[in-house]
């Protein structure tokens, strides 16, 4: 696990933004986060989300190295979502762009930035959702051991036809802490 020096969350500035879409490029190739590289727009606007409440970065000496951000449950994810949980899209808050910098993997930076955004659903009375590309075997193994749980499936369109269906995850109880971190 590699060593960092103090790793500070606070909520995302547009001067951000910037610095993490280098972020997210530098880690694309170990992780397969984003699924589709290159993206097929600018990668700012897969950063910032046009359903996006609220977004935090992980920065350490000032400069970010992971991001998060929670949204809106809406377009072709509302009805696969409503239908697995049982609940409203209004309920929900979807877990999205979680990632972190490829020297930071393994740390722990990843499981404090989902923390994060699952205490701001909870503290909201919403129900902290994700899906999730069942080819990062990874992710989804961290996903599972933080107490989340596969409530459904998806094939969005953007997914090849040779892949599996996304999995469709709620957080179910309380999460597990133990510190594994997330990768991207």
Same mark, same amino acid.
């Given at each position: 696990m590699p060593e960092l020096p103090q790793v500070s969350i606070v909520p995302r500035e547009p001067t951000d933004v910037p610095v993490l879409a280098d972020v997210l490029a530098e880690q694309q190739p170990s992780s397969r986060y984003p699924f589709r590289w290159p993206l097929p727009f600018p990668v700012e606007q897969f950063l910032v989300r046009e359903h996006e409440e609220a977004a935090w970065v992980a920065r350490v000496d000032g400069r970010p190295i992971g991001h998060v951000s929670l949204s809106r449950v809406a377009g072709a994810m509302a009805a696969p979502f409503a239908a697995a949980t049982g609940r409203p899209v209004e309920e929900l808050a979807l877990v999205t762009v979680l990632f972190v910098a490829t020297g930071a993997q393994g740390s722990?930076?990843?499981?404090?930035?989902?923390?994060?955004?699952?205490?701001?659903?909870?503290?909201?009375?919403?129900?902290?959702?994700? /899906?999730?590309?069942? +080819?990062? =075997?990874?992710? $989804?193994?961290?996903? @599972?051991?933080? &107490?989340?749980? *596969?409530?459904?499936?998806?094939?969005? /369109?953007?997914?090849? +036809?040779? =892949?599996?269906? $996304?999995?469709?995850? @709620?957080?179910? &109880?309380?999460? *597990?802490?133990?510190?594994?971190?997330?990768?991207?």
């Open positions: 722990g930076v990843g499981g404090r930035l989902l923390d994060t955004a699952v205490d701001w659903a909870r503290g909201r009375g919403r129900l902290p959702v994700l /899906d999730v590309v069942q +080819a990062h =075997e990874r992710a $989804l193994s961290v996903y @599972r051991r933080r &107490g989340w749980e *596969v409530v459904g499936e998806m094939r969005p /369109d953007w997914l090849p +036809a040779e =892949e599996q269906p $996304l999995l469709l995850m @709620r957080l179910g &109880g309380e999460a *597990v802490a133990d510190g594994s971190g997330l990768p991207a």
